[in-house]
């Protein structure tokens, strides 16, 4: 049981309070609507954000609820793209039969939602996979295993061309339009509400599962896992389960960066991409579900307006930026806004 108030709460109170909608979070997700309206020409760039969003919601699931730490979670990301991009293309089978070969012709299924249902489960299966080696690590040596993992998956990636297309990219891709209707066009005005909606989807998804026992039971693991194990709790079982269902959200943002795009490179892939995501978690806030969303925004608005200033030296601010947030906001953006509130209301009272 908790104290809280004076006044005595069961976990399931407690749980049930954490679910609760405050009037901020429906002010953020009401703003996210904005660009529709006031930037339509900026649709684009947020199209980026909302994706990226997506992959930092991922990562933040096993980082800040599990604490596993990944430097290689684009491998997951780039799974899903590559996968969206590849069932979209019409194939050619040849089958050896006695005196000739059979040639069989596959043609691409370009559906969006059915094509991110895919591609979810692709990457879900390879983090289910995955999942076995990197629940038995921790600390240094899991770092050392999600690097791996990217680096192995990119070189793969480079070498398959057959598949991949390699440095060049997947090319032929064609996403049919969503609903039968909606075209991905070039302007973003389809690709934002439907990364916006995918996003707010799994985000609810996240929101119920680390408020949940299950997610009570994640946290427990991130701070003693030898305690969890010796009190019987479940933990190689929930990470396993949580890294599967994180790398089906990540496969998830790849698989609409590929159908907004229509591009697949080895970009979606690279180390550069798990860094990137990574330094938008500390700056929005590691364990908060929402951290990632805020340090996603911060990050991509930041990148577009450096690099337009100046396009070889843009990560200099982005530097700078992350070193202040270290340094003086150590909980990130949204630890430091709640110690901020808690110090107000404390003089308050």
């Not at 691409?108 to 038995?136: D, K, N, V």
């Not at 891709?173 to 509400?193: A, E, K």
Request: some cysteine; charged content about 10%.
């Amino acid at each position: 049981m908790a104290v809280m108030s004076n006044a005595v709460v069961t976990p399931r109170q407690y749980l049930h309070a954490q679910l609760r909608w405050h009037w901020i979070e429906v002010a953020f997700w009401l703003a996210t609507l904005l660009p529709i309206i006031v930037t339509p020409k900026y649709l684009v760039l947020a199209s980026q954000v909302a994706i990226t969003a997506l992959f930092a919601l991922s990562l933040d699931l096993i980082l800040g609820y599990a604490g596993i730490v990944s430097l290689g979670h684009a491998a997951f990301f780039g799974f899903g793209a590559y996968t969206a991009g590849i069932i979209t293309k019409p194939w050619t089978m040849s089958l050896p039969l006695p005196g000739r070969d059979l040639e069989i012709d596959l043609p691409g299924w370009g559906e969006p939602l059915t094509g991110l249902l895919i591609s979810a489960l692709a990457a879900g299966l390879l983090g289910y996979l995955m999942s076995f080696i990197i629940s038995r690590f921790r600390h240094l040596p899991l770092i050392m295993l999600t690097l791996g993992l990217g680096l192995l998956l990119y070189e793969v990636a480079n070498k398959a061309s057959w598949l991949t297309g390699g440095a060049d990219g997947l090319q032929g891709i064609h996403v049919w339009p969503l609903f039968g209707t909606l075209h991905f066009d070039l302007y973003g005005y389809t690709s934002y509400p439907y990364a916006l909606s995918v996003l707010f989807l799994l985000f609810l998804v996240c929101r119920r599962l680390t408020n949940s026992p299950f997610g009570l039971s994640l946290r427990g693991i991130r701070e003693n896992i030898t305690r969890m194990r010796a009190v019987g709790a479940e933990s190689r079982s929930h990470l396993r389960i949580v890294y599967t269902i994180s790398a089906a959200i990540a496969g998830t943002a790849g698989a609409i960066l590929t159908q907004t795009t229509e591009t697949a490179s080895l970009g979606v892939i690279e180390f550069q991409r798990s860094a990137d995501v990574l330094v938008m978690l500390v700056l929005g806030g590691v364990g908060r579900l929402y951290g990632g969303l805020i340090g996603a925004i911060i990050f991509m608005v930041a990148r577009d307006q450096f690099s337009g200033i100046n396009p070889q030296f843009w990560y200099f601010p982005i530097g700078a930026m992350l070193i202040f947030v270290v340094l003086f906001l150590p909980n990130g953006i949204l630890g430091g806004a709640e110690r901020l509130m808690a110090a107000i209301r404390s003089r308050s009272s």
